[in-house]
């Protein structure tokens, strides 16, 4: 079983290596760093040349907002590799015969989407941390801020993104390629549009709006973990920057508490479970 | 010691897919070393009996196992090769690739040997190092046929194989699947070409409709077209004689005064049989 599962993602990594969207994330994911170096240089320099304000107040502030930022893009271009590397995964595969010499053999249908996730999971995660470990590195030494957890944001965002890699595999069982790639994109923004709900009901102290922003991000926890990952950046900052920062445009940091990993988890099992029941009932 | 279980043994197999009964009540063996031809028209059950063996499709009722095992599990896929009628190769992968991935997939001790034989044996030697992307259909065709064979599968299930294939092709797959029943392997052919199923196979399973409506050796089901004999008064045709009758038939007719210039044996052909077999009921 282990061997198969490994050969199936062998398999899934090579044609992820010749697929153009990697090269298209890969080229998107450069110009982007490159623009945030730039942009986090330029506004530490006005920043620090402005006296009146106490600096290392406004330069908390100034960076954790850019490295959200930061952060809220990460997760968009891994969502699109994400997207990318699962949408085909298996009705996508089956209609254009790709599947069928596969499942055939003896492996089975659960080693074969173990494979695919684990090599989507893999390129899609991995891509978030690195990506993330440079956004951090950028702002620690061409800005002058350093996240008061390091670890902890780029792991709840890669966490994040292999959630999205279990939403897009589940679709592929459901959809054909094109369709599941809209689906889970339309799922990814339904995530980022509770995130700003819940901003706003905060900014006009609507508790019905944040309760409908909560429960959203927790039906779609990807949302849940990247509001976790933005809230870990200051997480130890308290008192008038935490507030401000709360409530920056790209903000929508809040602490998903004790249950949210247990929960992150059990939510990717739900949804495996139902992609392998699907495709194990699948007629192809 | 009990009968070695059939390679393919199908049961009063239906499927029905939604309203659509696609097969509704199928039976067929193929025994070990027997190359069972599957002739039928478009839309008759044949990919769907055969994805149900090899448990791509699930069966709505019915029994199928293979050399024993359910078919679908493990045990029978283990034995199984197939080749499907619609299937396509990752395109960034060489031919040699393609094989190593199913050798793995297949646990096949086989290494480097048995990948350059069956590739030998396609005809595709040359093709090793060549991507899936830069082939034409019909050396696809070839590398599915080999990659059925991965393994020396017990039971070969191959959906019109030979579709894509030039004439050379299609002999060289002929000779392929009489070199496979030497070895013992039991073959189910789908197929549109009446005159290959006929050249090779042993047996020959006719289904229409979901359901099977012939069933037999191909020289059974070529019933023969009776005795034509040409005399003075024209030519007369006898359509239940043989050929054991031909003698009698001449010397009745010669006793008759009749002259007698040509005799002819008529065989029927597999394709009339299957015209026949596979008609519309007439309402
Ligand atoms: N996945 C499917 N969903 C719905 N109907 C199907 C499916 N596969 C086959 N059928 C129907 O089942 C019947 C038999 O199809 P098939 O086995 O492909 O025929 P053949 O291979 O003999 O041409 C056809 O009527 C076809 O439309
Ligand atoms: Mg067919």
Known sequence: MIADVNTIAVYALREALRRKVLIVVLVLTGAFLGLY????????????????EPLVR?????????LGLAMFVTLFLGTVLAVFLTLNAVRGDAERGLLQPLVVRPMGRVSLLLGRFFAAATVCGGYVLLVYGIAVLLTGTLGDFTPDDIVGPGIALAAAVVVVVGVALLGSTVLSATANGIAVFMVFGAGLA?????????????????????????????EALYQQALYLLTASTQNFERVVITLGPFGGARDGGALLWPWAVAYLAMVWAAAAWRFGRMDL | MAEPAPALSIAGLHKRFGRTAALDGVDLEVQPGQLVGLLGPNGAGKSTLTKIACGLVRPSEGAVHIAGHPAGSAAARAVTGYLAELFRFPGWASADEVLQLHQRLARSPGDDGERAELLARVGLSEARHRRVEEMSKGMQ???GIAQALIGSPQLVLLDEPTSALDPAGRRLVRDLLVDLRSRGVAVLLNSHLLGEVEQVCDHVTIIARGTTVA?????????PGGVEIETEGGTRHFPDATREH???????????????????????????AYLEAVAEPQP
């Open chain 1, 37 to 52: 170096g730039w942009g986090t240089a330029e506004t530490f320099d006005a920043v620090t040349a402005r006296p009146d």
């Open chain 1, 58 to 66: 406004e330069q908390t502030v100034v960076g954790a907002t850019l």
């Open chain 1, 194 to 222: 509770a995130g700003l709900m819940g901003q706003i009901g905060e900014a006009l102290d609507s508790d019905t709006l944040e309760d409908i922003s909560s429960v959203a991000a927790w039906v779609l926890p990807f």
């Open chain 2, 141 to 143: 065709q070839r590398l």
């Open chain 2, 215 to 223: 069933s037999g050796t191909p020289s059974d089901l070529a019933r």
């Open chain 2, 246 to 272: 031909v003698p009698d038939l001449v010397a009745q007719l010669v006793g008759a005064g009749e002259r007698i210039y040509d005799v002819r044996v008529v065989t029927g052909t597999l394709e009339e």
